[in-house]
């Protein structure tokens, strides 16, 4: 085996390993951000490439080639921006769904142009708008993942910085493609590049934060049950020092070093913060996490919740509020509310109602009686 089949088995299995990782989030979140994610990297591994077909012992026709091999440029660069909007936004609104046309009416185009040899087989020519959209879906898809999604300080950015990279690569390829010495260093790089974004979306898929400890057994006995509550001293009022409580989750706005001195050492605390993410405390366990990340919020309570902790408090529902709109937010609120009443445990908010509407007010009252 050369150096050149070596590196294409390598840029193969890391497009596998994308995939499944990105399938494996959908599955986990059942969000249509990711499952349009998921479309566009299956595409990818079956990418009309020649280093990938040769090796399985299929030929496709130079005039076939020409166009068959651009069609996935489309494609995956249109799953792409759709997906990136839907992580930005939530939605696709109505000047996406129009963008959104144009480039497939400009890629129709540009197709039947290339079925017609109106570039008379100039390849920089029949290059360049597929590579251009390509590579810049490739770039934006990488910025709204590092902006909703992952932190810059983690090993999980490789994923966005390996796509963003790979985008920019893609952007040369219509005149590096037929640089003698540039062509295997741009190949290597490719695949280079896709290694840094498989291992980053590994961490971020499966191992963003180590599982919950079984806690020690309580002294304290909460009631079970949700509950809101307008204020903190209002909540002391009622449960009296739950941060004594050894089995608490809390979701917290606090200052770090108040809380390191405030809850019981084997607590589990998700700081809700845009600047970091990751584990900044070890005893009690904090861990920051972005506020946009509420369906990976859920999955981490839900662990904890199954190995043992029965008291999750939240204090942060105003800036999940701010930070992902109302009706995000109660979803995240009410799944959290499931598991811990499966459970028998108590889920205690905290929630200034003066910062709600008047609706807003009503549905949270009715879902978590007062405390």
Same mark, same amino acid.
């Given at each position: 085996?050369?150096?050149? &089949?070596l590196?294409?088995?390598? $840029?193969f299995i890391s497009?596998?390993?994308l995939? @499944?990782?990105?399938f494996y989030k959908?599955y986990q ?6 499952m349009?994610l998921?479309?566009?990297f299956?595409i990818n591994?079956l990418d ?5 077909f040769?090796?399985?012992g299929i #030929?496709?026709?130079?005039d076939a080639y020409?166009i068959?091999?651009k069609i996935? =440029? @489309?494609?995956i660069a249109?799953?792409l921006?759709w997906?990136a909007l839907h ?6 609104k @109505?000047?996406h769904?129009v963008?959104i046309?144009v480039?497939l ?9 290339l079925?017609?040899n109106a570039?008379?087989?100039n390849?920089?020519?029949e290059s360049t708008?597929?590579?251009l959209?390509?590579g810049a879906?490739?770039?934006y ?6 902006e %909703?999604e992952?932190? &810059?300080?983690?090993?999980? /950015?490789l994923f966005?910085i390996g796509?963003?990279?790979?985008g920019v690569? $893609?952007?040369?390829? !219509?005149v590096t ?5 540039f062509?295997?260093i741009g190949? @290597? ?5 896709r290694?840094m974004a498989?291992?980053?979306a ?7 934060f180590p599982?919950?400890?079984? !806690?020690p057994?309580?002294k304290? =006995?909460?009631?079970p049950?949700a509950?809101l509550?307008?204020?903190? #001293?209002?909540? /002391?009022e009622?449960?009296?020092s739950?941060?004594e409580?050894? =089995? ?5 706005r606090e200052?770090?070093d108040?809380?390191?001195g405030k809850?019981?050492p084997?607590?589990?605390?998700f700081w ?5 993410e990751g ?5 009690? #366990?904090?861990y920051?996490?972005?506020p ?6 859920t ?6 919740v199954?190995s043992?902790?029965?008291?999750v ?5 105003e800036?999940?509020?701010?930070e ?5 937010a109660?979803?995240?609120l009410?799944?959290? %509310? &499931?598991?811990?009443?499966?459970a028998g445990?108590t889920l205690?908010?905290?929630?200034d109602p003066?910062t709600? &509407?008047?609706?807003?007010?009503r549905i949270l009252?009715?879902?978590f009686?007062?405390?």
């Open positions: 085996m050369n150096w050149h &089949d590196v294409s088995i390598i $840029n497009r596998w390993v995939f @499944f990782a990105v959908t979140t059942r969000e249509k951000s990711w349009l998921t479309t566009a299956f591994v009309i490439e020649s280093y990938i040769k090796p399985l #030929e496709i026709a130079h020409r068959a091999s996935p =440029n @489309f494609f249109t799953l921006i997906g992580l930005k936004y939530r939605t696709s @109505f000047k769904v963008a046309s480039l009416v400009l890629s129709y185009v540009w197709l039947f142009l079925a017609a570039f008379h087989d390849f920089f020519i708008f597929p590579s959209v390509y879906a490739l770039i898809f990488g910025m709204i993942l590092r %909703k992952i932190s &810059d300080r983690s090993i999980d /950015s966005p796509l963003m990279l790979l690569l $893609n952007l040369t390829y !219509p493609r037929h640089i003698e010495w062509a295997p190949f @290597f790089l490719g695949a280079l590049f290694i498989a291992v980053g590994v961490k971020f898929v499966f191992i963003p599982p919950a400890r079984a !806690p057994v309580p304290k =006995n909460i009631p049950g509950y509550c307008p204020s903190r #001293e209002k909540a /002391s009622k449960f009296g739950i941060e409580a050894s =089995n608490l989750v809390m979701i917290t200052n770090i108040s809380i390191v809850v019981h084997s607590a589990l605390v809700v913060t845009r600047v970091m584990q900044i405390h070890k005893s009690p #366990e904090i920051a996490i972005s946009t990340k509420i369906d990976i919020l999955d981490l309570i839900a662990k904890a199954e043992g902790y029965r008291v408090y939240v204090d942060a529902v800036y999940l509020i701010v992902n709109g109302f009706e995000n109660l979803k995240f009410l799944n959290v %509310k &499931d598991h811990v009443l499966v445990g205690i908010l905290v929630v003066g709600l &509407d008047k609706t807003q007010r009252e009715r879902e009686p007062g405390g």
